[in-house]
Nanobody, 115 residues
Framework: QVQLLESGGGLVQPGGSLRLSCAAS????????MGWFRQAPGKQREYVVV???????NYAESVKGRVTISRDTALNTVSLQMNNLKPEDTAVYYC?????????WGQGTQVTVSS
C-alpha cells in the first residue's frame, strides 16, 4: 500500500520561509508525477506545482518565483521550498503522486502565514 507522508509545515511570519518534504512508502516503482496541492479554508483544493520524473515542472502563477520543487526520483521523495510567504499562502498542503493512472495523496500538513 502506497503512503505519502508530509512534514515541515508550521507557523511563519509574512516574508518568511518554510520547506515541506514528502516521502513515499510502500512503493517499489517511481512515480511519473509528484507535486504539491493546497486547500485554504472555504476553498477548493488547488495545485501548487508538479514535477515529472524527467524533471519538468509546472508552477501555479500564484507561487512562481517564490517556491521551488525538487525531487529524488530513485527515493520517491519530493520537497517544496517556499520563500517570501504571504498570508494567502495559508492552507493545508498535500503531497501528490501519480503513476499508471492512479493518484495518491498525503494527509496534508498545515502552513499558516501570520504575524
Amino acid at each position: 500500500q502506497v503512503q505519502l507522508l508530509e512534514s515541515g509545515g508550521g507557523l511563519v511570519q509574512p516574508g518568511g520561509s518554510l520547506r515541506l518534504s514528502c516521502a513515499a512508502s510502500g512503493s517499489i516503482f517511481s512515480f511519473n508525477v509528484m507535486g504539491w496541492f493546497r486547500q485554504a479554508p472555504g476553498k477548493q483544493r488547488e495545485y501548487v506545482v508538479v514535477i515529472t520524473s524527467g524533471g519538468s515542472t509546472n508552477y501555479a502563477e500564484s507561487v512562481k518565483g517564490r517556491v521551488t520543487i525538487s525531487r529524488d526520483t530513485a527515493l520517491n521523495t519530493v520537497s517544496l521550498q517556499m520563500n517570501n510567504l504571504k498570508p494567502e499562502d495559508t492552507a493545508v498542503y498535500y503531497c501528490y503522486a501519480a503513476n499508471r493512472g492512479r493518484d495518491y495523496w498525503g494527509q496534508g500538513t498545515q502552513v499558516t502565514v501570520s504575524s
